[in-house]
């Protein structure tokens, strides 16, 4: 199986400072297709996961472009350009590559 | 608007058997591979299960393998979950899943 690292485990910061969170796959996430399905969610407190980032760095038309994503093969990035409100919760990664499927164990972002 | 709407959760006793249902609605169903995933309570994300788009290929995590069996009915809109010989530790939220889009949850506890 593959295993995703995510870190920061948790992350605490004021409203407008930058946050990153790192992603690693034990294997290459790139698929036969070319594509690596490498995904970012959102899970607010009390709320299902919401999508973020889909195949490493496209955002969903929802999602404010302060969001970015960027990595390949096994290292991947989540940034967030200026912390908002509204960005608390548990981001987690996400690999739709290999079956089973597999997640990070979440980085939990607080506002100060 | 994309809607997945599971049911079937409850409290249920070691060895017995629950069936989960998710009604999706706002896309075309019968057009996407569906997943259940699982939360256990203060937890990360589990993947439970995948079927494809017409049921041709359907794959299980390990530590449901031969207890659970996943299902759709494209007719109805409809992607199911048969759990059998449950677990204490199959106790968690069930998250019915697009690739870019989840349900609610139900929840299911397994205790006597």
């Known amino acids: 199986d593959v295993v995703m690292t995510q870190t920061p485990v948790s992350l605490s910061l004021a409203i407008g400072q930058p946050a990153s969170i790192s992603c690693k796959s034990s294997q290459s996430l790139l698929g036969t297709s070319g594509k690596t399905f490498l995904n970012w969610i959102l899970q607010r407190p009390g709320q299902s996961p919401k999508r973020l980032i889909y195949?490493?760095?496209k955002l969903y038309s929802e999602v404010p472009d302060r969001f970015s994503g960027s990595g390949s093969e096994t290292e991947f990035t989540l940034k967030i350009s200026r912390v908002e409100a509204e960005d608390l919760g548990v981001y987690y990664c996400?690999?739709?590559?290999?079956?089973?499927?597999?997640f990070g164990s979440g980085t939990k972002l607080e506002i100060k | 608007e994309v809607q997945l709407v599971e049911s079937g959760g409850g409290l249920v006793q070691p060895g017995r058997s629950l069936k989960l249902s998710c009604v999706a609605s706002?896309?075309?169903?019968?057009?996407?591979?569906m997943n259940w995933i699982r939360q256990a309570p203060g937890k990360g994300l589990e993947w439970v299960a995948y079927i494809s788009s017409g049921s041709s290929y359907i794959y299980y995590a390990e530590t449901v393998k031969g207890r659970f069996t996943i299902s759709r009915d494209n007719a109805k809109n409809t992607l199911y979950l048969q759990m059998t010989s449950l677990r204490s530790e199959d106790t968690a939220l069930y998250y019915c899943a697009r690739v870019d889009a989840w349900g609610q949850g139900a929840s299911v506890t397994v205790s006597s």
């Open positions: 195949q490493v760095s």
């Open positions: 996400w690999q739709g590559t290999h079956f089973p499927l597999t």
């Open positions: 706002g896309f075309t169903f019968s057009n996407y591979g």
